[in-house]
């Protein structure tokens, strides 16, 4: 176990995963295998303990950034997205807290520092990115626990990471299961 309470995660990933879309809203169904992705994501990523990658000191660009882990090449692929799909932005604006909306909305183009330095203290910010980067992909969210270790590693993680779809379920039954009932 994680030694700290992950419900609030768990409800954070399914407010966002019901909130955020691009098109229409999801079904019931369909909301909730996003729901166990990004809450299985988070898990992975960072077992839900450092909003920034070790390694990295919180005024530089490199490595990741909130409990899911996210990539400045991520963000700025996510804040387009919001940019270029009209559907998506309506959700995310609708979604996000009034003032995290204003927040994006102030964000330079060539300069994401502040963002960056956001995700670390905001998870809402942080599985916002995280929901974006999955949007960006064009296969659904298999329904099976497996199938989205897969998903993930294929999506998310990357060839080259050093996760694996069967760390990927590790961490599920350890520390999302239980909560994700």
Same mark, same amino acid.
């Given at each position: 176990?994680?030694g700290?309470?992950?419900?609030p995660?768990?409800?954070? =990933?399914?407010?966002?995963? =019901?909130?955020?879309?691009? *098109?229409?809203?999801?079904? %019931?169904?369909? +909301?909730?295998?996003? !729901?166990?992705?990004?809450?299985?994501?988070?898990?992975?990523?960072?077992?839900y303990?450092?909003?920034?990658?070790i390694?990295? /000191?919180?005024?530089?660009?490199?490595?990741?950034?909130?409990?899911?882990?996210?990539?400045?090449?991520?963000? =700025?692929?996510?804040?387009?997205?919001? *940019?270029r /799909?009209?559907?998506?932005?309506?959700?995310?604006?609708? @979604?996000?807290?009034?003032?995290? @909306?204003?927040?994006?909305? #102030?964000? &330079? %183009? /060539?300069?994401?520092?502040?963002?960056?330095?956001?995700?670390?203290?905001? &998870?809402?910010? *942080?599985?916002?990115?995280?929901?974006?980067?999955?949007l960006?992909?064009? #296969? !659904?969210? &298999? +329904? #099976?626990?497996?199938?989205?270790?897969?998903?993930? %590693?294929?999506?998310?993680?990357?060839?080259?990471? +050093? *996760?694996? &779809?069967?760390?990927?379920l590790? /961490?599920?039954? !350890?520390? =999302? +299961?239980?909560?994700?009932?």
């Amino acid at each position: 176990m994680s030694g700290h309470d992950l419900r609030p995660y768990w409800h954070l =990933c399914q407010s966002c995963s =019901c909130g955020v879309y691009a *098109g229409h809203q999801p079904t %019931k169904a369909y +909301a909730d295998r996003v !729901a166990r992705m990004l809450f299985g994501t988070g898990a992975q990523e960072s077992r839900y303990r450092h909003s920034r990658q070790i390694g990295y /000191n919180i005024g530089t660009q490199g490595g990741a950034f909130s409990y899911w882990q996210v990539e400045l090449g991520s963000v =700025c692929d996510s804040l387009n997205l919001i *940019g270029r /799909n009209q559907s998506v932005s309506d959700s995310v604006e609708a @979604w996000l807290p009034l003032t995290l @909306w204003r927040f994006l909305q #102030t964000i &330079p %183009k /060539n300069d994401h520092s502040e963002l960056l330095r956001a995700l670390v203290f905001s &998870p809402e910010l *942080g599985v916002l990115m995280c929901r974006l980067h999955y949007l960006r992909v064009p #296969t !659904a969210i &298999p +329904a #099976t626990l497996e199938d989205q270790a897969v998903y993930w %590693k294929r999506h998310y993680n990357t060839a080259l990471g +050093a *996760g694996t &779809p069967a760390r990927y379920l590790h /961490n599920w039954v !350890a520390l =999302c +299961a239980e909560v994700a009932k």
